[in-house]
């Protein structure tokens, strides 16, 4: 697996839970689309510009994975997630010499679970998201979990 040396751009998201339909969205412009994960339940997606780009899209199917597999990773602890839960991932395109590649950083936040348990959670939906596998070796990820 490389890392990159200069990233040439970057595809951001943030999506999260959403219990409550009537919720307001994303502002006009942006993309904003509902997303849903095996067992139905909803997460939102938010791009950044009108016309996102393939590291958006990509981060943002990512994510909608990655935040089923959170959900799933926590049942079998045993442990609710925190309403607040989130994940940000950030795509990068760039170059290592001559070449080409992709990698990624993550920001999860569970607040109010303990950092061990939150740690062990977000590391266990890598293991479950099938996106995750896809890329496990192939590029390079990135992960912060933050529990405040």
Known sequence: MTTIEKVI??????????RDPAVERGEHGAVDIRLSAP????????????????????????SAC?????????????????PETSVDIQVDIGQTGPGWFLGAHFAVRLPGLAQDVAEAIAHSAHQI???SKAVHGNIDVAMNVVTA
């Open 9 to 18: 751009f970057s595809g951001n998201t943030h999506t999260t839970i959403n």
């Open 39 to 62: 067992g139905g339940e909803n997460h939102e997606f938010i791009g950044a510009a009108p016309h996102p780009s393939a590291e958006q899209f990509f981060a943002g199917a990512w």
């Open 66 to 82: 990655y935040m089923g597999a959170l959900g799933i990773a926590a049942s079998l602890r045993k442990v609710a997630l925190p």
């Open 129 to 131: 998201c099938p996106y």
